[in-house]
């Protein structure tokens, strides 16, 4: 898509949001930059909500304004590295969750920073680099345990407590059971699923132990930070 069809179509998309959902923002910019992450080569940010507060004697559209961007130059970058990549989708995905920052720090809400952290952690899980091991808490949640970071599911339930162990869940309708690796360490065990996946992503199950007092005071003593492990694994049918 070329440069000048992209921001026709981004102008059109901003148009048919109500103006209830707009209060505040003082409008959109198209750039025909690639914006690079700074850290993770292949990685282009598509949108930002810039945000600024000025003085006032309350919180509202009136003291907090904001201007979205949409990188065109990232789209196009994606667009080539993505066969099939769907332009339209991926423009009103952008906008919409770009102007969602927008509303929430009007509300003073950071559900959306929590998301924006899970896929920031969940680009380090897959970069093989240290990572939060909860993070996938933060995403969008699809069911209780479960949550959708990207495209990847988490599934969260409690470590078995025998060793050899291993953990049941249900997947599309069908029972699978994981097997547990025996005597891992940490406190969080991700175990990704190798013939399991979502509709683009992967699904991972993620035994979490539970902490006693003596686990408490160690985690407190080291910052607070939980340890974590992954391992790859394949799950079986359960067959009655």
Known sequence: MRFEDFERRAVEEWERIPESYKEG???????REARAHPDRPGIYTLG???TEEYHSDYAGP?????QLVLYYGSFRRLAMEEEGFDWEGELWETLTHEL???LE?????EGLLDVDYAVEENFKRVA???FDPVFYRGGEPLAPGVWLVDQDVFIEQPWPAAAPASAELTWEDAAWRVPVPPEPEGDVLLLRLANLESERGEVVLALVRPLGFGDRLRLLLRG???RGQEREVVAEPVTH
């Open 100 to 102: 969602q920052h927008h």
């Open 105 to 109: 720090a009007l509300a003073r809400d």
């Open 48 to 50: 930002e909500c810039v």
């Open 25 to 31: 923002v003082d409008g959109l910019v198209v750039s």
């Open 62 to 66: 009136e003291s907090l304004r904001s």
């Open 224 to 226: 607070g930070r939980l």
């Open 128 to 130: 093989g680099e240290p």
